[in-house]
């Protein structure tokens, strides 16, 4: 009698893989991906997602797993981290694993290194030039046009820099002022990762425009001015009549913005229109014991149907091209011109990233600082 109370009292053998996946992000993209692996999980039973939430210092901790041997199965990561892991072998190609069909070559470009692609996009993080229409009209400003150029640029924020607004947004992280050295034709790294070139003459005129945007013209906050407002917290307290950001700002401005507002590319330096090519996706380790079920696991996460859910709420600019062009992404609402993200895809491109690259932007951020300040 007590072994059958024994054995009834027994829980099941839980029999199924357990694939750990590591992931950054904010409530609402943790809202769109809880449901995704819920719906993985239910088709196929035999896998189990221990889903390892990271919000904050993302890429210190996974550098922590991968050192003490307990790095996850599937990670999320970025174009600008990923030379750091492929170039140590911890990373699995995936090429062979996955349809890659529906991508942009120079999207596949960016999550890969020396040719090989170690992670399936889920999304494009580019930038463009939100404005508010409202001060535009209020000023008597006409809206600009995909052939801008810095001039007509500077013309634009100087126009709109009166009444204690200020013309454009300034931000002093590398990401929002490669777009000036890249247009000019510079940058941080030649495309060949194989010289420094933020001394070159392109990009210091590009650096020397940025930085004149707000010591010598003043059309952009200085420092002090800002405090510790964000810039999407002055351009929805109409304090900046333009904001150089990204697609994730839309669900914010689509609810918080209390003024009709658009999108626009990045004006033309000399070398074109052209911006940071950035994304992020998914890769598997490559000592993860459970490979085969890794790669099916991303490659539901990478699915039309899946994609579709990120899609709808605004927060990405999705990889997958047949995607962009749906109404999940095209669906009407603000921002009416949001085809413009897609466009910039096709003038901006990948950053060039190398295994020190974060220690190359620390060595000259005290420049940088006194150019900006």
Not at 19 to 30: C, D, Q, R
Not at 227 to 252: D, E, N, Y
Not at 317 to 340: C, M, T, W
């Amino acid at each position: 009698m007590l072994l059958i109370i024994l054995l009834c009292g027994c829980t099941p053998k839980d029999d199924r893989v357990v694939l750990n996946f590591a992931s950054w992000g904010s409530k609402s993209e943790t809202d769109i991906l809880k449901p995704v692996i819920a719906d993985f999980e239910k088709n196929n039973p035999d896998i189990k997602i221990n889903f390892m939430h990271i919000p904050q210092n993302y890429f210190q901790k996974i550098h922590l797993l991968f050192a003490s041997n307990t790095q996850p199965d599937v990670i999320f990561i970025n174009n600008l981290y990923l030379p750091i892991y492929a170039n140590a072998g911890v990373l699995a190609p995936v090429e062979d694993n996955v349809d890659l069909g529906s991508y942009d070559k120079n999207i596949l470009k960016s999550l890969s290194w020396k040719c090989v692609l170690y992670a399936v996009p889920r999304d494009v993080s580019n930038l463009v030039i939100f404005y508010n229409k409202d001060l535009f009209d209020k000023y008597g400003v006409s809206y600009p046009d995909k052939s801008w150029t810095f001039d007509d640029f500077l013309r634009t924020s100087q126009a709109l820099t009166r009444d204690g607004h200020f013309g454009i947004s300034f931000e002093e992280d590398s990401l929002f002022f490669l777009p000036y050295l890249m247009s000019e034709g510079g940058g941080i790294l030649s495309d060949d990762l194989s010289n420094e070139i933020v001394k070159s003459e392109n990009s210091q005129n590009g650096l020397q425009f940025y930085a004149a945007l707000r010591k010598k013209y003043h059309t952009a906050p200085r420092a002090e001015e800002s405090a510790s407002a964000t810039m999407a917290q002055l351009f929805l307290q109409q304090k900046i009549a333009m904001h150089l950001t990204g697609r994730w700002l839309v669900p914010k401005y689509r609810e918080e913005a209390k003024f009709d507002w658009d999108i626009i590319n990045f004006p033309n330096g000399k070398a074109g229109s052209v911006v940071p090519l950035d994304s992020s996706g998914w890769a598997v380790a490559e000592k993860s014991a459970h490979k085969n079920e890794a790669f099916k696991f991303i490659n539901y996460l990478s699915s039309k149907e899946s994609i579709e859910k990120f899609t709808k709420s605004g927060l990405i600019v999705p990889a997958r091209s047949d995607v962009q062009n749906s109404k999940y992404f095209l669906d009407g609402k603000k921002p009416e011109h949001a085809k413009i993200f897609l466009d910039v895809i096709k003038t901006s491109k990948p950053t060039p990233v190398s295994v020190n690259y974060k220690e190359i932007l620390d060595k000259y951020r005290p420049e940088f600082e006194r150019m900006f300040n």
